[in-house]
């Protein structure tokens, strides 16, 4: 079970660029990292997935090292919209079975 | 396309009670998955399934039964209710192992 470590939660003001961090030191060779983003009574839903190096779309880009064991997840220009908690997952997307677990993300509060 | 749906949105029910949280997906995906999540924190993967007559547990499996005879299908049956199991249930659904995970709404589940 590849497991995620990270920041419980973290504030932001309106217009700034925020990057949260996603420690997991026993990523495998062939695991995706994918972020998720869950607002109150809702449930989660997919931001963007990377593999290495960066991924860029249209909310958001991750940056991915060389050694994998960390992402980070940075949103451009936050509105009070991008409050929410966001969830680092690591998946495999071949070899046998895995299961996924969402840890208890970053809760992102963005101030006016 | 519906995406995933789940049935009810909320339920009471007493101790010893029992139900079934049903949940359906119209995107033709093998990976199905029902997790919960307690407030305030992360979501916790109870089942999943790879395939229609393939499921296995999750971190947190006791309480809890599910069956797949269809791709579309996945209720998760709960037989004798329990005031811990008092909880927010998603279900979600992917195309493969790894892949963008797309969840249901949600079922608000209380135990008195």
């Known amino acids: 079970l590849a497991k995620t470590t990270q920041p419980i939660s973290m504030d932001s003001y309106e217009g700034q660029e925020v990057n949260i961090t996603c420690s997991h030191n026993?990523?495998?060779?062939?695991?995706?990292i994918t972020w998720y983003q869950q607002f109150p009574s809702q449930g989660p839903r997919f931001i963007i997935q990377?593999?290495?190096t960066k991924v860029t779309n249209e909310v958001a880009s991750l940056f991915i090292p060389a050694d994998r064991k960390s992402s980070t997840l940075s949103l451009p220009r936050v509105s009070l919209s991008d409050t929410a908690v966001y969830y680092c997952?690591?998946?495999?997307?071949?070899?046998?079975?895995?299961?996924?677990?969402f840890g208890t993300g970053t809760k992102l509060q963005v101030i006016p | 396309n519906a995406g995933v749906t789940q049935t009810p949105k909320f339920r009471i029910l007493k101790i010893g009670q029992s139900m079934t949280l049903q949940c359906t997906q119209d995107m033709n995906h093998n990976y199905m998955y029902w997790y919960r999540q307690d407030p305030g924190m992360g979501l916790k993967l109870i089942y999943y399934s790879v395939g229609a007559g393939i499921t296995d547990k999750g971190e947190v499996p006791n309480g809890y039964n599910v069956s797949r005879s269809t791709t579309e299908d996945f209720p998760l049956r709960l037989e004798l209710a329990a005031p811990s199991q008092t909880s927010v249930y998603f279900c979600a659904s992917s195309y493969s192992r790894g892949e963008t995970q797309y969840f249901g709404p949600g079922t608000r589940l209380l135990v008195l």
């Open positions: 026993n990523i495998a060779t062939n695991d995706y």
């Open positions: 997952l690591v998946a495999r997307t071949s070899g046998g079975y895995q299961k996924v677990t």
């Open positions: 990377g593999y290495k």
